[in-house]
């Protein structure tokens, strides 16, 4: 597993956008939000939806004190750290202090393959299942992904620390009896807060998605996920 990695530039974080929108998954669909995307990632999911922070890392390297600002003059009240993967930076927790006490709602997004104690209102855990690795010709990430992309243990640690979501993503209906799986080794979970959410970046692919995982997630007592934002902006950067 990838350690948690001291930022270069000194103090600072690489960070690939900073915006505001409306949060388009999970719990809190439709809260108008500072999005805040940290630039890396210690995975590769084939499906990746945002590869200007995971594939091809690009970014400004922002101090803690210069992406309050920014926050602040977006300010919406909610604020999601969100990715690549916002764990790799070492010195987050001076990021997610820094909003909280600005009296900020803060959301984290993780694949929780890397644990650091922070201050949240909601961690949303995105564990990655099997099919999410990349095909043999991506070389050694196809086996480091694998390596990495599952620890329970992180999983349990962050979801007895702060109120959660589980967020996972289906592709098919192998991937749907893996997550069963998946959920019936992590133990206790409130089934309200594991969201099921279909893989795909254009309206028409979630649309067929959704016609079969609907009621799938109905029957298990689970919840199905849109992807609102797509919906609302298609698959645009920046929302």
């Known amino acids: 597993m990838e350690q948690v990695r001291s930022n270069r530039k000194g103090a600072k974080l690489r960070i690939s956008e900073i ?10 669909t439709g809260t108008p939000s500072v999005f805040v995307r940290a630039s890396g990632c210690n995975l590769r999911c084939w ?11 690009e970014g400004t390297y922002y101090s803690v004190d210069e992406i309050l600002t920014q926050v602040a003059e977006r300010h919406t009240g909610h604020v999601v750290l969100t ?19 600005a009296g900020e709602h803060l959301t984290i997004e ?17 564990p990655k299942l099997s099919g999410s690795a990349p095909d043999a010709s991506h070389g050694s990430w196809q086996r480091t992904h694998n390596q990495r992309r599952q ?10 620390e702060h109120p959660y979501q ?37 309206q028409a692919e979630l ?7 609907v009621p799938w997630c109905e ?20 929302t």
């Open 19 to 28: 915006y505001s929108s409306l949060q388009g998954e999970g719990l809190l």
């Open 47 to 57: 499906f990746c939806d945002t590869p200007f922070a995971s594939w091809h890392p």
């Open 83 to 101: 990715g690549g993967e916002p764990f790799i930076f070492a010195n987050l927790h001076e990021l997610c202090h820094g909003l909280r006490s």
């Open 110 to 126: 993780t694949a929780a393959t890397i644990y650091q104690r922070l201050e949240c209102d909601l961690i949303s855990i995105s």
């Open 151 to 160: 620890r329970l243990d992180i999983v349990r640690k962050l979801m007895s």
């Open 166 to 202: 589980l967020k996972f993503v289906v592709d098919n209906l192998g991937d749907a009896r893996e997550m069963l799986d998946y959920l019936q080794e992590l133990g206790p979970y409130d089934g309200q807060r594991v969201l099921v959410m279909p893989q795909g970046t254009q």
């Open 207 to 213: 649309e067929r998605q959704a016609d079969w995982l």
């Open 219 to 238: 029957h298990y007592g689970l919840q199905f996920c849109p992807r609102a934002h797509i919906a609302w902006y298609g698959n645009l950067r920046g």
